[in-house]
């Protein structure tokens, strides 16, 4: 999670470790936070940290590992 405040100049970041255990919105479950793309894509994934962390999300940024190289 990064939020970046343009008033205060300021940015913060939070992980969430793949593993944490939590409802997944649209599953009724809990299971790995990292489950709800699996089990949703982009939008059940978002619900579910949203609902984690009690936050609006307002943008996300979806890479995947092709973008990273390996020198």
């Not at 969430?16 to 997944?24: A, G, H, L, V, Y």
């Not at 699996?38 to 092709?66: A, H, K, R």
Request: proline content about 4%.
């Amino acid at each position: 999670m990064l939020t970046v405040n343009p008033n205060t100049n300021t940015t913060k970041m939070v992980s969430i470790p793949r593993n944490t255990r939590t409802e997944i919105v649209g599953k009724g479950k809990q299971d790995k936070i990292n489950h709800a793309y699996g089990f949703g894509g982009i939008q059940m994934s978002v619900d579910t940290v949203e609902n984690f962390l009690n936050i609006p999300i307002d943008y996300f940024l979806e890479v995947n590992m092709e973008g990273f190289k390996i020198f």
